[in-house]
């Protein structure tokens, strides 16, 4: 399926907005409790959390509102999926969706799936073939988009590899953390405030 490219962009642009809008959600509409699925819930929206942040420790700035890449990164977690930052967005919405109940986790999962799927990956992934050709091309024939099976190997080892940068993964992520942060104690204030 191919998406209009004004569509993609504005996908692209507001892709923060959209997640605040679905978390905004399940704070006014019906939610169900359970122990079980709160417990699992916090935990999937932490590790997701940890996720973002080590794939934001190997990338250079990526908060813009156009896609953009100065350098193909291949290696840390790039070398198990091409977008471990949405990645870590399905984790931690899966565990926001979890904490809220089964009918919130099918709702999530199409929205994830519609979003980030067929209209954001794609858009990046056009750019970055006409970015890096070949070298791209070859980086997404190993490595999946999102779930690090079934894979092909691995891609090869870069000349620009670079280690974890903690300062960098801090500095990039300190605004998610900080509306993780805040969400999750909403949907935690809601679910207990309305049980």
Do not use: H
């Not at 999102?146 to 500095?171: C, Q, V, Y």
């Amino acid at each position: 399926m191919k998406v209009n490219s004004k569509i993609s962009d504005l996908a692209f642009k507001f892709r923060g907005l959209i997640w605040g809008i679905f978390a905004s959600c399940i704070l006014v509409f019906p939610t169900v409790f359970s122990w079980k699925r709160f417990v699992f819930g916090i935990v999937l929206v932490l590790a997701g959390q940890l996720v973002r942040f080590v794939a934001a420790g190997y990338i250079p700035k990526y908060r813009t509102l156009k896609i953009g890449a100065p350098v193909l990164i291949t290696w840390g977690p790039y070398k198990w999926v091409r977008n471990p930052l949405y990645l870590g967005n399905a984790i931690m919405g899966l565990g926001w969706s979890l904490m809220a109940g089964w009918g919130w986790v099918i709702a999530f999962v199409a929205l994830f799936f519609v979003l980030y799927t067929l209209i954001v990956i794609p858009a990046e992934e056009k750019f970055l073939v006409s970015e890096f050709g070949k070298e791209y091309e070859e980086y997404k024939k190993t490595v999946p988009a999102l779930f690090p099976f079934p894979r092909n190997g691995f891609p090869k080892r870069s000349a620009n590899a670079k280690p974890f940068n903690f300062k960098i993964a801090r500095e990039e992520e300190i605004y998610s953390i900080r509306v993780n942060v805040v969400v999750t104690i909403l949907i935690i204030v809601k679910l207990f405030m309305f049980r």
